[in-house]
């Protein structure tokens, strides 16, 4: 006889078939706020639902990658980088038996807490709350889904497991974040004892990689800013271009880009099998009982030496023909100047923010709610609130 799928036989599958280095989520450490089960859904689940649903990741889709939303519908934004980073995730974690649901989940949110404009914002924002605690954008997505979101009346965030969470740590462990008010403070009770770093969030910062090596080579040949004769300097490149030279222009780069991705991902599944294959030495745990972040531990997702070598190369180049190209610094120089005047205006008159967020500053720092607040909006109203406040309205009538 048919019947739904429960959670039990959900969490069995997973045991009787993913490999024993796979999370598992029957054995998740838990939730800041106790729960109770759902009959149908894993933890995982639940967490990749949650994550779907919230309002940072829907400002996604308005969130500059390397060029602004407004310069064509066609370059890659936040969103989609994330659901590109998803579908690399799922599969690498399909070709190692490991727990796709919890990679999906961490994929979902591992870019929640980037600002408006990318990451020249950033660098602005780190600089001007430094004496709050800095600027950084893993810890902001942590921020994010513990004390920001606001969907639950019994606790704040969306009560993500550990497990999920952990894939903020990547430059700082979770009770530095804890100590400088990035994390739900429930998160004490997860500080000590023993935990394996998750071969999970080792895939999810593999795809990212991958994924925005092979979309910014995309978007800077659809732009002009790049183009495949100038990336044959990249011996990566060199050979992928030489594949599928022959065809018309735009199968040629669509082509290039499939290909591009596709050794990517298959080195890193056989180069990361070979290794988890192996036995594993011992993380040492330190006094604090908990693991360093994902950044500084030994890896077991990895690239091959020579893929790896490949992949830098790739990546100095976007850096030195892409990223520092007149055209893109031209419109972060805009950006960084308005998000400075966005800060100095919400700090001298709070009443600016919308009213969640001064209902924060009984509470918290004001330099760290206006972060908050600038750190959420999508690029899209940056430029309507410094429109507003800034501009003339005689001007700004006839703008519109």
Same mark, same amino acid.
């Given at each position: /006889?048919?019947?739904?799928?429960? #959670?039990?036989?959900?969490?069995?599958?997973?045991?009787?078939?993913?490999?024993?280095?796979?999370?598992?989520?029957?054995?998740?450490?838990?939730?800041?706020?106790?729960?109770?089960?759902?009959?149908?859904?894993?933890?995982?689940?639940?967490?990749?639902?949650?994550?779907?649903?919230?309002?940072?990741?829907?400002?996604?889709?308005?969130?500059?990658?390397?060029?602004?939303?407004?310069?064509?519908? @066609?370059?890659?934004?936040?969103?989609?980088?994330?659901?590109?980073?998803?579908?690399?995730?799922?599969?690498?974690?399909?070709?190692?038996?490991?727990?796709?649901?919890?990679?999906?989940? /961490?994929?979902?949110?591992?870019?929640? !807490?980037?600002?408006?404009?990318?990451?020249?914002?950033?660098?602005?924002?780190?600089?001007?709350?430094?004496?709050? !605690?800095?600027?950084?954008?893993?810890?902001?997505?942590? #921020?994010?889904?513990?004390?920001?979101?606001? $969907?639950?009346?019994?606790?704040? !965030?969306?009560?993500?497991?550990?497990?999920?969470?952990?894939?903020?740590?990547?430059?700082?462990?979770?009770?530095?974040?804890?100590?400088?008010?990035?994390?739900? $403070?429930?998160?004490?009770?997860?500080?000590?004892?023993?935990?394996?770093?998750?071969?999970?969030?080792?895939?999810?910062?593999?795809?990212?990689?991958?994924?925005?090596?092979?979309?910014?080579?995309?978007?800077?040949?659809?732009? !002009?800013?790049?183009?495949?004769?100038?990336?044959?300097?990249?011996?990566?490149?060199?050979?992928?271009?030489?594949?599928?030279?022959?065809?018309?222009?735009?199968?040629?780069?669509?082509?290039?880009?499939?290909?591009?991705?596709?050794?990517?991902?298959?080195?890193?599944?056989?180069?990361?099998?070979?290794?988890?294959?192996?036995?594993?030495?011992?993380?040492?745990?330190?006094?604090?009982?908990?693991? $360093?972040?994902?950044?500084?531990?030994?890896?077991?997702?990895?690239?091959?030496?020579?893929?790896?070598?490949?992949?830098?190369?790739?990546?100095?180049?976007?850096?030195?023909?892409? @990223?520092?190209? $007149?055209?893109?610094?031209?419109?972060?120089?805009?950006?960084?100047?308005?998000?400075?005047?966005?800060?100095?205006?919400?700090?001298?008159?709070?009443?600016? /923010?919308?009213?969640?967020?001064?209902?924060?500053?009984?509470?918290?720092?004001?330099?760290?709610?206006?972060?908050?607040?600038?750190?959420?909006?999508?690029?899209?109203?940056?430029?309507?609130?410094?429109?507003?406040?800034?501009?003339?309205?005689?001007?700004?009538?006839?703008?519109?």
């Amino acid at each position: /006889m048919m019947h739904l799928l429960s #959670r039990e036989e959900s969490e069995k599958r997973e045991r009787d078939t993913l490999s024993p280095l796979a999370a598992q989520s029957a054995d998740t450490l838990g939730r800041c706020h106790g729960e109770e089960e759902h009959p149908l859904r894993t933890a995982f689940q639940r967490d990749r639902d949650r994550l779907i649903h919230s309002t940072a990741f829907r400002r996604l889709e308005y969130k500059t990658q390397v060029f602004v939303n407004h310069e064509g519908d @066609y370059y890659r934004t936040r969103l989609t980088h994330t659901l590109e980073v998803v579908q690399i995730a799922r599969s690498m974690a399909r070709f190692l038996r490991l727990n796709e649901d919890l990679a999906e989940a /961490m994929a979902l949110a591992h870019d929640l !807490g980037h600002t408006p404009f990318g990451h020249s914002v950033e660098a602005v924002l780190q600089e001007l709350v430094i004496d709050a !605690g800095g600027f950084e954008h893993n810890a902001q997505g942590l #921020r994010c889904v513990d004390l920001l979101e606001t $969907p639950y009346p019994d606790f704040p !965030g969306l009560n993500l497991t550990y497990e999920v969470r952990s894939i903020f740590t990547k430059k700082s462990s979770m009770a530095e974040l804890l100590r400088k008010g990035y994390a739900d $403070p429930g998160s004490q009770r997860f500080i000590r004892g023993p935990r394996q770093p998750l071969l999970e969030a080792q895939i999810v910062d593999l795809a990212d990689s991958i994924a925005y090596n092979s979309h910014d080579v995309d978007d800077g040949i659809k732009s !002009g800013l790049l183009s495949p004769e100038m990336l044959e300097e990249v011996p990566l490149w060199r050979e992928v271009w030489k594949s599928v030279r022959g065809r018309d222009e735009s199968s040629c780069r669509h082509a290039a880009i499939r290909e591009l991705i596709n050794l990517q991902v298959t080195d890193a599944a056989e180069e990361s099998l070979r290794r988890m294959s192996q036995p594993s030495q011992p993380i040492p745990v330190p006094e604090s009982g908990e693991y $360093p972040p994902l950044g500084v531990i030994p890896r077991q997702i990895e690239f091959s030496t020579a893929m790896r070598d490949s992949d830098r190369s790739l990546k100095d180049y976007l850096h030195s023909n892409l @990223y520092h190209h $007149p055209q893109v610094t031209r419109q972060m120089d805009r950006a960084q100047e308005m998000i400075r005047r966005l800060f100095q205006a919400y700090f001298q008159s709070p009443e600016q /923010m919308a009213p969640q967020f001064r209902m924060r500053l009984a509470k918290e720092p004001k330099a760290r709610v206006v972060c908050d607040y600038i750190a959420g909006m999508t690029d899209r109203f940056a430029e309507d609130e410094y429109i507003s406040l800034f501009l003339p309205p005689s001007l700004v009538a006839r703008n519109r």
